[in-house]
């Protein structure tokens, strides 16, 4: 028998036009965020920032019940601050801090 387990779902910006805003999903246990974006129904092509419980995550994290995960599409704009252009890393961490904190 399969054991199922249940996460709480958060898209944002454009991926809201690929479900609600929030949902709870009921998941086979050991399954995948890659598992999570295709039940989704999420386009391939999108690179995502994926985050779970606050924490930026690759594809192949196994997911766990009771686990919040954010999904955001590419993000441009902003100030900018102390961003220079090829500072990607710095970039995702302050969309993650930024964002994840409104969660």
């Not at 944002?12 to 999903?25: K, T, W």
């Not at 009771?66 to 599409?73: N, S, T």
């Not at 993000?75 to 710095?90: F, K, L, Q």
Request: one cysteine or more.
């Amino acid at each position: 028998m399969i054991e199922i387990m249940k996460v709480v779902v958060r898209l944002f910006a454009s991926l809201r036009s690929f479900g609600p805003e929030q949902q709870d999903m009921e998941l086979a246990e050991h399954s995948t965020l890659e598992d999570l974006i295709k039940m989704l129904k999420l386009p391939e092509k999108i690179p995502l920032l994926k985050i779970v419980n606050g924490e930026h995550r690759s594809m192949h994290y196994g997911l766990k019940e009771g686990d919040e995960i954010a999904l955001f599409p590419p993000i441009a704009g902003g100030s900018g601050g102390n961003v220079h252009p090829g500072d990607s890393r710095e970039l995702f961490l302050r969309i993650e801090e930024d964002c994840v904190d409104k969660v």
